[in-house]
T-cell receptor, first 114, second 115 residues
Framework: GAVVSQHPSWVICKSGTSVKIECRSL??????MFWYRQFPKQSLMLMAT?????????EQGVEKDKFLINHASLTLSTLTVTSAHPEDSSFYIC??????????FGPGTRLLVL | AQSVTQPDIHITVSEGASLELRCNYS??????LFWYVQSPGQGLQLLLK??????LVQGIKGFEAEFKRSQSSFNLRKPSVHWSDAAEYFC?????????????FGTGTRLQVTL
C-alpha cells in the first residue's frame, strides 16, 4: 500500500511553454501532498504544501505564479510550471500523506526546458 | 527551525561489510525521524521511521536505526551490505504539528558498494 505515481516521468519542452505534472495517490486518500525540487546530486527542497480543496502554501522564495499547484481531489495534485525557462529544468518529486507523519514519494518527473 | 546534518557525503564499503550512516538533527522538541533511500533517477523509498517508543527501529531491507536523544542522532545501520544497497540515503526530520508534518532533509550520503 501507499503507492504514489507521477506523470509524466520525463518531459522536454520549449522555453516559454507550460508543463503540467500530475501526482496521484493510487491506493489511499491523501489529504496533503507536497512538491519538492531536486537539483543534481543535491537534497530535496520543499516547494509547497498542497491540501485538498484549499490553496497551496508555498515556501519562501518559490514563485506561486510560476509554479501553480492544484489539489482538486484526495488522490490528485498537479504542478504546472508556467512559461518555463531553462533554469526551471530539474527533477520534481511529489509526496503524499495518508497519516500526518509519513510521506510517501512518487518516482519523480525530470523536466528539461530547451 | 529544524535542520539535519549528514556529515558523510560519500561512503564506500565492501559487500558483506557492516554499514553505519550518520545523521544529526536539530529540533526543539521530540521529532519525527525518517530514513529514505533514492536510487538514481528515482523517487524516495521509506526505509524506516521513528515517532516514539523503542529507540531502536527496524526497517525494510535489513536496515535499522537508533534514536539517541542525548546525541541528537539517528544513525542508520546494516550488519551486512549487499551490492544492491548502493544508492543515495537521506535522513529527514519532521516537525510535529497539528497538520501534516513538513520534512527537512539532510544533504544525503551516497553509498558505493565494492564487490
Amino acid at each position: 500500500g501507499a503507492v504514489v505515481s507521477q506523470h509524466p516521468s520525463w518531459v522536454i519542452c520549449k522555453s516559454g511553454t507550460s508543463v503540467k505534472i500530475e501526482c496521484r495517490s493510487l491506493d489511499f486518500q491523501a489529504t496533503t501532498m507536497f512538491w519538492y525540487r531536486q537539483f543534481p546530486k543535491q537534497s530535496l527542497m520543499l516547494m509547497a504544501t498542497s491540501n485538498e480543496g484549499s490553496k497551496a502554501t508555498y515556501e519562501q522564495g518559490v514563485e506561486k505564479d510560476k509554479f501553480l499547484i492544484n489539489h482538486a481531489s484526495l488522490t490528485l495534485s498537479t504542478l504546472t510550471v508556467t512559461s518555463a525557462h531553462p533554469e526551471d529544468s530539474s527533477f520534481y518529486i511529489c509526496s503524499a500523506t495518508r497519516q500526518q507523519e509519513t510521506q510517501y514519494f512518487g518516482p519523480g518527473t525530470r523536466l528539461l526546458v530547451l | 527551525a529544524q535542520s539535519v546534518t549528514q556529515p558523510d557525503i560519500h561512503i564506500t564499503v565492501s559487500e558483506g561489510a557492516s554499514l553505519e550512516l550518520r545523521c544529526n538533527y536539530s529540533y526543539g522538541a521530540t521529532p519525527y525521524l525518517f530514513w529514505y533511500v533514492q536510487s538514481p533517477g528515482q523517487g524516495l523509498q521509506l526505509l524506516l521511521k521513528y515517532f516514539s517508543g523503542d529507540t531502536l527501529v527496524q526497517g525494510i531491507k535489513g536496515f535499522e536505526a537508533e534514536f539517541k536523544r542525548s546525541q541528537s542522532s539517528f544513525n542508520l545501520r546494516k550488519p551486512s551490505v549487499h551490492w544492491s544497497d548502493a544508492a543515495e540515503y537521506f535522513c529527514a526530520v519532521g516537525a510535529r504539528a497539528g497538520t501534516a508534518s513538513k520534512l527537512t532533509f539532510g544533504t544525503g550520503t551516497r553509498l558505493q558498494v565494492t564487490l
